[in-house]
Nanobody, 121 residues
């Protein structure tokens, strides 16, 4: 049974930083691209970031480029999302995903339960 468990969400002020973590189990972690999507109330799911199986390639949504970074530790089956200079519009539930390198959600068969990030102005 595949499990992706996110942690690190919370409530912060605009301009602050936050790091999300996602621990994976039940899959060959180093064989999968990993990523993050987010969804705000009343809005569609949005691609945030992705990283290739070996960490050599990273991809970011336009709204987070230059502010967010993604990394992974295959020895710990963990992927991280470092978020800096947070804005109120970053407020959303953030989902960890595992699948194929892509910015399309359908390319990721495995999803975590999500962690809430709230940024106040």
């Amino acid at each position: 049974q595949v499990q992706l468990v996110e942690s690190g969400g919370g409530s912060v002020q605009a301009g602050d930083s936050l790091r999300l973590s996602c621990v994976a189990s039940g899959l060959a972690f180093s064989s999968y691209a990993m990523g993050w999507f987010r969804q705000a109330p009343g809005k569609e799911r949005e691609f945030v970031a992705a990283i290739s199986w070996n960490g050599a390639m990273t991809y970011f949504g336009d709204s987070v480029k230059g502010r967010f970074t993604i990394s992974r530790d295959n020895a710990k089956n963990t992927v991280y999302l470092q978020m800096s200079t947070l804005k109120p519009e970053d407020t959303a539930v953030y989902y960890c995903v595992a699948g194929t390198e892509s910015d399309y959600p359908d390319e990721y068969p495995y999803w975590g339960q999500g962690t809430q990030v709230t940024v106040s102005s």
